[in-house]
Structure formats: C-alpha cells, structure tokens
C-alpha cells in the first residue's frame, strides 16, 4: 500500500500520536459495529435501551441487553488494528487513544493511555449510592442487580444518550487533541457527540488527521487523508511503513 510523502512526512516528525476510535475498529474482533447492517442495534434503535429511561422503565431488558453485548465482548480477542496501536508506542513519544468502544478491547490490547469517553461495559454502578462494581460481581444474572451495600439498582457504567460524559476523561481527551501531531480517526461514523468533537478538536489545532474507514463518513470532508479499507488491515500497513521512515 502507498501513502502520500505529506502523510510520510507527518508520521516521521510526529512526538505525539492520537488515535480516535469507535465500534468499527472492533468489528474484525467480532463485535458488531452500532449502525452497520449487521448493527447490535439491529431489533432496537439506540435511543430505546441505550438510555437513563429505558433503564428505569425496564431494567431486566436492558441489562440482559448487556448482558448479551458483554458475552461477545468477553469472546472477543483485540485484533490486528488494536495491537498496530499498541506497537506503534515504540515510535513515539507519546500514543494516546480516545476510544468511544465500551468493549475494554484497548486495554486487553496493551495500550497504555486509553481514554474511555462513554465508560466501559466490564464496569457497573449502584444509581442510589454510586459504589462501583465489576461486571463479574453479577454474572450472568438476568435480572438487573441490586446493591449489596444499599440495595440500589445497579447499572452499567457506560454514557447512556442524554448523560453526560465524565467530564475528566473528556477534558484529558481534548488536551490529547490539542497536542497531537497526528490523529487518526478509526472505524467511527463521527456521529455521536460531544466525543465526535475531537478530531475537530485535534484537526483545529493543526495535527493532520488521518481517516481509516471502510466507508465515506461524516468527517471524511474534514480529513487530511482517507484510508479506505479494514482497519485490522490498514494500521498494520501503515506500522510497516513507519518503521521505513522513523
Ligand atoms: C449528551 C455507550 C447531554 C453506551 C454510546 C451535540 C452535542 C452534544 C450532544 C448531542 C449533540 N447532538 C446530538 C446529541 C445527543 C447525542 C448524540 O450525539 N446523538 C447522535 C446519535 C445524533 N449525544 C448524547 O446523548 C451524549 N450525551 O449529549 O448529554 C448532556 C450534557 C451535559 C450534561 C448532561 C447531559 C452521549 C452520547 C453517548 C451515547 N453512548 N455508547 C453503549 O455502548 O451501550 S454511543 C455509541 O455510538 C457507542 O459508544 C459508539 O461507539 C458510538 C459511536 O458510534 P461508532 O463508534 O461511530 O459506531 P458506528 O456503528 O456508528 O460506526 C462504525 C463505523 O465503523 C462506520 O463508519 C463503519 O463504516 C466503520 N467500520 C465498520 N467496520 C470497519 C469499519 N472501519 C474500519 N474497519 C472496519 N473493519
Ligand atoms: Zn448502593
């Protein structure tokens, strides 16, 4: 695969590097992406369980819902673009990734500086008294859990629609933003805000913003470079290349 010299050029004298990322660098682990065709939303729109209200209006159905997404999670492996992520630290000064995926799949890669802007499904909290408890201290149980502790109703820690995100992950996503020479942009339809911000963020502030997608998206317009093509297939092209020039 060829790339452009400007693109060589940005890689060759970059300190720092920041991947943005959503549920399209997981589809290759067999995760479904959110709005593809084969989408785990498939038999529900997003906003109907992936919300405060759905939960509360029907906690079962919601937590099996993760329940089922944490089964594939679990039987899912990192693949070839999370561990291109992962060897590309040896490069650079500094990697940052900025994941939107609440599949734990960054970490389980080896990458040091994750950013998990819409929390993380193996994570879960009590709504009454916020004690947090791991995904394993409830398995497999298909009713939504209560509190040990309060007896509240325990949910997943992960930014449903209409909620916040936490506001220091954020605030560390966008300082990555600000600083990083390059950004790539990785398996997301750059729809979902206020995490679709930043590679506004890090394109505004001068890095050159590399797409990686199978598809045009909504930031492809905005991007210095569009890499189409599988990501587990793209990013370890580009590591090869790397090593030619760094
Ligand atoms: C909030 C966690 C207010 C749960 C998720 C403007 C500003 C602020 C908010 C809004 C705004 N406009 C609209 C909003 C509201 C809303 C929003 O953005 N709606 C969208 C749908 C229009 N945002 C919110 O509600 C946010 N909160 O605004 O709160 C507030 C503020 C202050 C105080 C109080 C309240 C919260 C949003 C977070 C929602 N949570 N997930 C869970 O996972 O269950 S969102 C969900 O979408 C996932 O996190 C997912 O990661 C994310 C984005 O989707 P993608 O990752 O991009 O996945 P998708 O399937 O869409 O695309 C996959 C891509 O991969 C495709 O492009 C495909 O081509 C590509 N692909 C596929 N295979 C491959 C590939 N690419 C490469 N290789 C492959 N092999
Ligand atoms: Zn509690």
């Given at each position: 695969m060829e790339f452009p010299a400007e693109f060589?050029?940005?890689?060759?004298?970059?300190?720092?590097?920041?991947?943005?990322?959503?549920?399209?660098?997981?589809?290759?682990?067999?995760?479904?992406?959110?709005?593809?065709?084969?989408?785990?939303?498939?038999?529900?729109?997003?906003?109907?369980?992936?919300?405060?209200?759905?939960?509360?209006?029907?906690?079962?159905?919601?937590?099996?819902?993760?329940?089922?997404?944490?089964?594939?999670?679990?039987?899912?492996?990192?693949?070839?673009?999370?561990?291109?992520?992962?060897?590309?630290?040896?490069?650079?000064?500094?990697?940052?990734?900025?994941?939107?995926?609440?599949?734990?799949?960054?970490?389980?890669?080896?990458?040091?500086?994750?950013?998990?802007?819409?929390?993380?499904?193996?994570?879960?909290?009590?709504?009454?008294?916020?004690?947090?408890?791991?995904?394993?201290?409830?398995n497999d149980s298909e009713h939504a859990p209560h509190c040990p502790g309060c007896g509240g109703l325990v949910r997943p820690a992960v930014v449903w629609f209409g909620e916040a995100l936490p506001a220091d992950v954020m605030k560390s996503a966008e300082e990555a933003a600000k600083q990083c020479d390059v950004c790539f942009v990785v398996g997301t339809s750059a729809v979902v805000y206020p995490a679709a911000y930043i590679p506004f963020k890090a394109k505004s502030s001068g890095a050159f913003v590399v797409e990686v997608n199978i598809q045009p998206t909504e930031f492809t317009p905005y991007a210095n470079l569009s890499l189409t093509g599988k990501a587990g297939e793209i990013l370890p092209e580009v590591l090869r290349k790397l090593k030619e020039v760094r």
């Open positions: 060589l050029n940005a890689l060759k004298n970059a300190e720092s590097v920041l991947f943005f990322t959503g549920a399209g660098i997981s589809a290759e682990s067999g995760v479904p992406t959110f709005r593809g065709k084969e989408g785990l939303w498939k038999n529900y729109r997003p906003e109907e369980l992936a919300t405060l209200n759905a939960f509360l209006e029907n906690p079962d159905r919601v937590w099996e819902w993760y329940e089922f997404r944490r089964g594939i999670v679990r039987k899912a492996k990192p693949n070839a673009a999370h561990l291109a992520i992962v060897e590309f630290e040896k490069y650079f000064r500094e990697v940052v990734v900025v994941t939107q995926n609440v599949d734990d799949l960054h970490n389980r890669a080896g990458s040091r500086e994750v950013y998990e802007l819409h929390g993380n499904i193996e994570k879960n909290f009590c709504l009454r008294c916020g004690k947090r408890y791991d995904a394993k201290e409830f």
